[in-house]
């Protein structure tokens, strides 16, 4: 896997793949239709991002593809692969707590914020594989 060419895209398994890591240039897709809402990427090198319906929803830096992303109103959960280890920021319920999974390992529990952003670092290494990731709602 080596980036998402198409920059977003609908898996079969009806969950979201976006972002390709390999871009120099800025690039973006707006108005992406998925279940009734209109998703927006950016992404290249330096960062990826997706908003939804104008709403922030994901970040990182540097730029990853995701893979499966799957987002409730329980959580949120995903595989990530880029050429460094990354920050990811997501937009997640205000004033929330939350169970972190990191390829399979339970990191313990964080709060987000008024702004409902919650801050992951994820060691992406230098594996060909993604790393999986799961945030549940307590």
Request: glycine share 10%.
């Amino acid at each position: 896997m080596s980036g998402i060419k198409e920059l977003i895209r609908t898996e079969a398994n009806g969950t979201l793949s976006f972002g390709d890591y390999e871009l120099e240039q800025k690039t973006k897709r707006s108005d992406y239709e998925h279940d009734g809402d209109l998703y927006k990427v950016k992404t290249y090198a330096d960062i990826t991002k997706l908003e939804k319906n104008g709403m922030f929803v994901y970040e990182s830096v540097p730029g990853t593809a995701v893979y499966d992303f799957y987002a409730t109103e329980n959580g949120v959960s995903f595989s990530v692969e880029g050429e460094k280890d990354a920050q990811i920021i997501l937009g997640l319920e205000e004033d929330a707590e939350y169970k972190i999974y990191i390829d399979e390992t339970n990191i313990g529990t964080m709060k987000t914020n008024m702004g409902g952003k919650l801050v992951l670092s994820v060691e992406i290494g230098a594996s060909d594989t993604s790393v999986p990731v799961k945030v549940v709602k307590l």
